[in-house]
């Protein structure tokens, strides 16, 4: 029952389709679904009227006109209860309303961290309940899209070639956590991977729902490809399932007191088949480099990779990194399931395997600019030439995601995935491959990882320059470099550039609303912040760096990565 204060105004309407608006098909009634907006919204007079005479409707809302000052406020008081009140803005309402109150402020202060700024906390318990509120039903029948609902007018011939049209399978009717139901109502697998994170803390159940939702014969493709989003399924976006996964398993773990290794092995099984669609991709030459595919970090590059010129191929830093990082989480995943259940050290070695062949490739193919100190894209022409793209951006800085630390602890319980990897390190090492790896002498952990100490300093400074990466608010997606020095390349008599434009987007690339060319991205500056903890945790006080560059000012990679929280 929904109970309202007195208006003098109340408009009724019924929730079926415009089918004028959709189709240019007359609709049946001219109560419609959307008749409030044109009723309201846009002024609509003789809707509105319409609306106020009805008496009765499938939808219905009150109406209230309110003129409020600069620095004043109103109130309007409404109530939905599960039974029929004979007074339902009596004593009680005030009473339950305050209880509420009280109830959401336990909630949340349960949540923040002890001795933490009033500031702090509000801007957690914002994030918190803009996970909470941005959650939607959502149902997409793409089969039953594509041939039209019963009893409505027949699509138009060309759906049925339109976008999606292969994704029949596809079958959604569930809750699931949006980028913003309001702006952006559709799910993005590698959104709502990011999204299940912070979600894990305040509801690990739901957040590992969605990640399993995903990966569901009614989402992952038969050939083991996660939906992207709504309008292009079929697109490509870093893989961060699996690094998800894990992360809200050790956050349940840690906050929550559950190890749930069902949930990891349940995960776990589906990633191997989206793992191996990702392995089976275009490669040009076979080399485990990995090229094209809108991979999230696109809105930066001079051209859309998707689309590349005609006859031409790029080879990715970042598409191999985001892959790096993939085979490390799933050799993560797999050992920690090996602790439980000895039947996956197998697997966990053959995770570490492709991790290895994967840096191997990113450090010996020319990814790598000894000048510059940087990882740049590499673009193979059809006249056979090669150009080294080079672009300073977050693409270059996506190498130092793929880290992972073994601890000895959980190797001794690992007797055979330590054989197989001290067989592979040696073998390696007699036939002078590339193997990126470290052991620590003192406690006897492994650092796993796609750059060596030396190119890590090397990006850091770059990184932590703010005259390049660093801003006031973060790690800028391009460098500030490029303010001065804007890139261009002709190719076959085209013209293509990029420059640094920290506001609003100049490209037209992905809908124009899509301006990554300068400003700070969350995301990926929560994965730097967290690949900065786990270098420390190896190096510790034995590896410094100025912060920011050239200031005279070394710490350790603990403080840099809590400096750069700080500032984002």
Known sequence: ??????????????????????????????????????????????????????????????????????????????????????????????????????????????????????????????????????????????????????????????????????????????????????????????????????????????????????CREWYMSPLGQLPAYEWNFFDVNPPVHAWAALSVYRIEKAVHKNTDVDFLKRIFQKLLINFTWWINRKDENDNNIFEGGFLGLDNIGVFDRSNLPPGSFLEQVDGTSWMAMYALNMMDIALEIAVHDAAFEDVATKFYEHFVMIAESLNEVGLWDEEDSFYYDLLYLNDGSVRRVKIRSMVGLSVLFAVSIIDSEKLKKLPDFIKKINYFRNYRQKTGKYLPIEHDTEDGSTLVTMVNKERLVKLLQKMLDENEFLSP????????????????????????????????????????????????????????????????????????????????????????????????
């Open 1 to 214: 029952h929904f109970y309202f204060q007195q208006t003098d105004e109340t408009l009724f309407t019924e929730n079926e389709t415009n089918t004028q608006r959709l189709f240019n098909f007359p609709n049946k009634t001219a109560f419609v679904k959307d008749a409030f907006h044109e009723a309201i919204a846009q002024g609509n007079q003789y809707m509105h009227q319409l609306c106020r005479e009805k008496q009765q409707g499938t939808k219905f809302a009150p109406v209230y006109r309110l003129k409020i000052e600069g620095k004043s406020s109103a109130t309007i008081t409404l109530r939905l209860v599960n039974q029929e009140l004979a007074e339902p803005f009596g004593k009680n309402f005030e009473t339950v309303f305050k209880d509420r109150l009280k109830d959401a402020d336990e909630f949340y202060e349960s949540f923040h961290p002890k001795d933490s700024a009033l500031d702090t906390d509000k801007i957690q318990r914002q994030a918190f309940a803009g996970l909470i509120w941005t959650k939607q039903y959502y149902h997409y029948d793409i089969e039953r899209w594509l041939e039209g609902d019963p009893g409505l007018p027949k699509p138009p011939a060309n759906r049925k070639n339109g976008r999606n049209n292969k994704w029949k399978h596809l079958k959604n009717e569930d809750v699931i956590s949006m980028p913003d139901k309001w702006e952006y109502p559709w799910y993005a697998a590698w959104d709502l991977a990011f999204h299940c994170v912070p979600m894990s803390l305040i509801d690990p159940v739901f957040a590992k729902n969605q990640l399993i939702l995903m």
């Open 473 to 568: 608010g973060g790690i800028r997606a391009l460098s500030k470099f490029h303010d001065r020095n804007p890139y261009s390349l002709n190719i076959h008599g085209n013209d293509y550039g990029i420059r640094y434009v920290p506001g609003e987007s100049d490209s037209g690339m992905f809908g124009g609303n899509s301006n990554w060319r300068g400003p700070v991205w969350m995301p990926v500056n929560y994965l730097l912040v967290k690949a900065l903890k786990k270098y420390h945790q190896f190096y510790g006080n034995n590896l410094k760096v100025e912060y920011p560059t050239g200031s005279g000012n070394f710490m350790n990679l603990l403080e840099v990565s809590n400096a750069l929280a700080k500032r984002i």
